[in-house]
């Protein structure tokens, strides 16, 4: 009977030492109640309690991520979207998050589901689609004020996630495609621009130097011939030079040959029945070039005498 008496003593002192020691983890502090008064936080570590009398509520400190589901907002423009975003916070005053909210986690994802909400309401489409960065500073600022009453650090708030409806997104796509051909023509007109400039510049240098055409002509048909193809080019200004050397040699020509002469004495014009010789016209000598024609200084004409 003794020996029965001894275990269940014994039994009865571990279930004591069981329910009066707790370990607190490196990341976590123990919120103390004492007859439901709030002694305070306790450290990490082993800490002993006294059993049915003390309470102790481990708070994690690590920082929490808590996903915001989707939203349907409408923007300040009229425009329906959904947006969902993602919040990082931690406890920083373990007392507070005990005693000032029943549960810390569920009351923080409502309030960022209603401020996110409030705050994208207040912007735009455009302002939404860009400024994202001073949305999530926007929506941090507003967490915190409502939070810091909890214990709780809201450290970041990111937005995830923008659903367009598909009429939207098709005019945003035409918009941009309009956007990329209008750049795309002001980026083409400005090459023309320069090109133009670079032209005129090098026909100013052509122009004063006109070997420079021939070398350029030159060039040319050196980087046509490097396909080793068959086409055949002639530069304009070849082409006009052999012109100009056609009519050189034309010009030679007529000036080497002599001129046929013309008898205009009035005895051709008397006898016209005089049979023509055979023979060609022998052209006239140099003497009688020189003589005087009867003809011309008046003289009568005779049949021979």
Do not use: C
């Amino acid at each position: 009977m003794a020996v029965l008496i001894i275990i269940v003593v014994v039994l009865i002192l571990l279930l004591l030492l069981a329910l009066a020691v707790k370990i607190v983890k490196q990341y976590e502090q123990g919120v103390l109640f004492r007859l439901g008064r709030v002694l305070g936080a306790r450290e990490p570590g082993l800490r002993i309690i006294i059993p049915f009398i003390d309470v102790m509520h481990r708070v994690s400190l690590r920082i929490v991520t808590m996903p915001i589901q989707s939203q349907g907002i409408i923007t300040r423009d009229n425009v329906s979207v959904d947006v969902s975003a993602v919040a990082y916070f931690r406890v920083v005053d373990p007392v507070k998050s005990v005693v000032a909210i029943e549960n810390v986690h569920a009351a923080i994802n409502q309030i960022a589901q209603t401020t996110l909400r409030k705050v994208v309401g207040q912007h735009t489409l455009d302002e939404t689609l860009s400024e994202t960065d001073t949305i999530n500073l926007d929506i941090r600022e507003i967490l915190d004020v409502t939070t810091v009453e909890w214990g709780v650090e809201v450290t970041l708030v990111e937005l995830k996630d923008i659903q367009l409806p598909d009429s939207m997104k098709r005019a945003m796509a035409r918009q941009a495609e309009a956007e990329r051909e209008k750049r795309a023509k002001i980026i083409n007109a400005e090459g023309e621009s320069l090109a133009a400039a670079a032209l005129g510049d090098a026909s100013d240098i052509m122009m004063a130097h006109p070997l420079a055409l021939q070398l350029r002509n030159l060039q040319s048909l050196v980087e046509i011939g490097v396909d080793k193809n068959t086409t055949v080019v002639f530069p304009a200004p070849l082409m006009s030079t052999i012109g100009e050397l056609g009519s050189f040699l034309a010009r030679e020509v007529a000036a080497a040959t002599p001129p046929v002469p013309v008898d205009v004495s009035p005895a051709s014009a008397v006898s016209p029945a005089s049979p023509p010789s055979a023979e060609p016209l022998a052209a006239p000598t140099a003497a009688a070039a020189a003589m005087p024609s009867p003809a011309l200084n008046g003289a009568p004409q005779g049949t021979g005498r």
